[in-house]
């Protein structure tokens, strides 16, 4: 299913981003 693998890999990317920005926030 290359839609749900698309969604999956959006939401992994977007949590990653999201989790890299508030570290550099943060530091």
Request: without cysteine.
């Amino acid at each position: 299913l290359p839609e749900a693998e698309a969604e999956l890999v959006a939401g992994y990317n977007v949590e990653y981003s999201s989790m890299g920005f508030a570290l550099f926030f943060l530091g």
